[in-house]
């Protein structure tokens, strides 16, 4: 039997540990980080000076001091000392500074990309793939500036979005 869980290394206590009290604790501690994890800050390269019990942080690139050699890792503050977990593809975080959302691509952290095949507001789809390109219209036998105008601007702001292609 492996010592620690697939996904989460989590560790297994065993039938004849002692003090099973402590693996257990140390699981507990591990799921607190990581199970809807909230980061305090993705771009420092040293632990702040007065860490607060439970923060956890990711690694900037570069790091020093006790982060060293710990770029892109989760830096959890527990019982007084750092603890680092490995991402793994997919994983998110709530990044608190900025206000959004950060997921793991296996190899870098991004934050504040939304991914989505179609976007449903009540149900209803509002956002989907994107759409053919549509030239700007032009021509005709009645010109009306304006509404060509319209249009234009229209149409200009749905490329701008990616709605539809350039």
Not at 29 to 52: K, M, S
Not at 123 to 148: K, L, Y
């Amino acid at each position: 039997m492996a010592d620690n869980t697939a996904r989460l290394t989590l560790p297994y206590i065993k039938a004849s540990q002692s003090q099973k009290e402590v693996t257990h604790a140390e699981a507990l501690n591990i799921l607190d980080a990581l199970v809807q994890p909230v980061v305090e800050d993705r771009d420092l390269t040293a632990p702040p000076g007065t860490p607060t019990e439970g923060d956890l942080y990711i690694v900037g690139a570069g790091a020093t001091g006790v982060w060293a050699g710990e770029d892109g890792k989760l830096a959890h503050y527990v019982g007084g000392a750092w603890a680092f977990y490995a991402p793994r593809t997919g994983w998110r975080v709530w990044l608190k500074d900025e206000a959004v959302e950060a997921r793991y691509t296996g190899s870098t952290w991004v934050a504040g990309e939304v991914r989505a095949a179609t976007v449903l507001v009540s149900g209803t789809q509002v956002v989907g793939a994107q759409q053919n390109a549509i030239a700007d219209a032009t021509g005709g036998t009645t010109v009306d500036a304006e509404a060509r105008a319209a249009l234009n601007a229209l149409l200009a702001a749905c490329r701008a979005h990616g709605l539809i292609a350039t």
